[in-house]
């Protein structure tokens, strides 16, 4: 069976009828590559109402976020044509749509209402003012932790934390004999993956990628201490195999009441206060940390978003679809049947002018946290980048997918933190002269 019909399979266990799956095969269909993450298969489960209503089929790609990448840059840039929309985010957004990689998305219908996506998200979906890329949700990072035992530690959560705190919790709140680990962070290799989370952590800690004349920058101090903090505080409070452990992976931690904290992606909220999570009741949120002394916090911005293959024989069709799965009546319908908190959150602005979504505990903190978040001033010292847990050059992806793995490798005790970052400034400063920058 081939990978398209078996995830076509599974889409349909997920609320497509098989007579959409199977539909006539006149009908119009479109091809989307998309990431596992929960919202996103919460949509397909309402993909029957799309084409009810207009006709056209829809056939899903569902990847691990690592994977995904892979594939969709891999068809984009061999126009391998797999695909009539793609999930992407702010890094292959900008870069895709200046290559002419991408269909601008700037036709679409009055009643979409471009203008009221968040502006945080389009500046980060264009380029030179042109859309490239819908947010299907947008993000950026925060703390996630147990009331029950910060209130059992008699500790009380700052709603602006610093690193030095999250330590102290993490060791007041560590319960080896009951399960529960102090913390549960990324540690899995991939640049989107264990290689944002840590790039935000050096970030907090005064570190940065490059100085403003492209030197890589991991031989400097506050990348010791950022990871030296990092690999300290997972192996004393951390659970097991942490180092490749991912979003999914904490979310799974988390639900099953086994981290007393984690920091991660705002869009977790909806799924640890959800009906699989069994300490629903017991989540608080506060704002990514830094460390004392120092103002940047180690949060992010992100979207995940739909783009449009240049090339594409069905740019119509994916059209539609995009205008149907990020616009207005997508949230008001998943608000409808299944509550205000499980609509994909940070994207428009009219969300969160929504009484009713007002109302939800984590809505003004994610709101917050992604305000808080500035890629053109990502670090302490100046930089010649934009981006906060990625640096928007093409050369990016290759070489900080290397770095996470040198990282990771330390965080599973194969190498000394000393070593992985002597092979990052390494890595980085050769792919960097090799690509002219210096």
């Known amino acids: 069976m081939s990978i398209k019909r078996t995830l076509l399979t599974t889409a349909v266990g997920f609320g497509l009828s098989a007579g959409i799956a199977f539909a006539d095969s006149h009908a119009k269909t479109i091809t989307i590559a998309t990431v596992n993450n929960g919202d996103m298969i919460r949509m397909q489960g309402y993909t029957d109402t799309f084409t009810a209503d207009t006709g056209i089929n829809v056939e899903w790609v569902t990847l691990e976020e690592n994977v995904l990448r892979q594939r969709v840059t891999t068809d984009i840039t061999t126009k391998g044509g ?69 209130e059992a530690a008699g500790l009380e959560m700052p709603d602006a934390p610093t690193w030095q705190f999250i330590r102290e919790a993490a060791a007041a709140m560590d319960d080896p004999a009951n399960d529960i680990n102090g913390i549960c962070l990324r540690g899995k290799a991939g640049w989107g993956e264990g290689g944002a989370f840590i790039t935000v952590t050096g970030n907090s800690f005064g570190a940065r990628w490059f100085d403003e004349d492209w030197n890589a920058q991991f031989d400097q101090p506050q990348w010791a201490d950022a990871l030296n903090f990092y690999v300290s505080l997972m192996n004393d409070y951390g659970p097991e195999g942490y180092a490749t452990n991912g979003f999914n992976e904490n979310l799974s931690l988390f639900n099953q009441g086994k981290c007393g904290m984690w920091i991660d992606a705002t869009v977790a909220a909806s799924f640890v206060t959800g009906d699989d999570s069994t300490v629903a009741d017991s989540v608080g949120f506060a704002l990514a940390p830094n460390s004392e002394g120092v103002e940047k916090r180690a949060n992010w911005l992100w979207a995940w978003a739909l783009a449009i293959p240049a090339g594409t024989q069905q740019e119509a069709e994916a059209k539609q679809f995009i205008e149907w799965a990020t616009g207005k009546g997508y949230i008001e319908q998943v608000a409808a049947k299944e509550g205000w908190a499980n609509v994909p959150p940070g994207a428009r602005t009219s969300l969160y002018e929504t009484p009713e979504y007002q109302e939800v505990p984590f809505a003004k903190m994610t709101l917050d946290s992604i305000n808080a978040a500035d890629p053109n001033n990502p670090t302490v010292d100046p930089v010649p980048y934009v981006g906060i847990q990625f640096v928007a050059i093409p050369e990016f992806a290759g070489m900080a997918t290397e770095v996470s793995q040198e990282f990771s490798a330390a965080y599973a005790g194969q190498q000394t933190v000393e070593e992985a970052l002597a092979k990052a400034q390494a890595i980085t400063n050769e792919t960097m002269e090799a690509a002219g920058y210096k």
């Open 82 to 150: 797999q695909f009539d929309i793609m999930t992407i985010g702010m890094y292959e957004t900008p870069i895709w749509g200046a290559n002419g990689w991408l269909v601008p998305l700037d036709d679409l219908s009055a009643e979409y209402d471009v203008d009221d996506i968040l502006p945080a998200m389009r500046n980060g979906l264009s380029n030179d003012g042109t859309l490239y890329a819908a947010p299907f949700y947008g993000e950026s990072s925060m703390v996630m932790y147990r009331t029950d035992l910060m």
